[in-house]
């Protein structure tokens, strides 16, 4: 592999890839993956989980194809976290909570995946039906994985 990216390469990638999306609220993408990517070095995680951060929704949402993760200059641990946070269709819950245990360093980017989706200012501007079903979708899955 060449020289990895650096993290301002990768987060200059994700927020191109994501450009044209916008969250529930309407707010600029890039604003969640700045978030998660901030949590995720607040929570003491390494560069790679820092990297998987700005990059963890990427190839589920094809903000970029698992074919350009493969051939990423990354390291191996930051692809296998992408790919472990990257949800399949028909995947349960506790199928995919499962590969994110499995995976070393992936609980971390989730723990603050989930903590940015759950924060209250954030799904404060969604209709309370909305708000209800992502907090006990968000709460699912924080038990899963075994988080408070």
Do not use: C, F
Not at 42 to 65: F, I, K, P, T, Y
């Amino acid at each position: 592999m060449n020289e990895p990216m650096s993290l301002a390469e990768v987060e200059a990638i994700a927020r191109r890839a994501h450009a044209a999306q916008v969250d529930k609220a309407g707010r600029p993408y890039a604003e969640h993956l700045a978030a998660v990517a901030d949590g995720v070095r607040a929570r003491g995680g390494s560069d790679e989980q820092v990297a998987a951060a700005w990059l963890h929704d990427s190839v589920e949402d094809e903000a970029l194809s698992e074919a350009w993760l493969h051939e990423a200059s990354l390291p191996q641990r930051t692809k296998d976290i992408v790919l472990a946070l990257t949800k399949r269709a028909g995947e349960s819950p506790e199928d995919y909570a499962a590969r994110i245990l499995a995976t070393q360093g992936a609980r971390l980017v989730k723990e603050s995946d989930l903590a940015h989706n759950a924060d209250p200012e954030r799904l404060s501007v969604l209709d309370e039906p909305t708000r209800e079903r992502l907090n006990r979708k968000y709460a699912h899955m924080r038990s899963l994985l075994g988080l408070r």
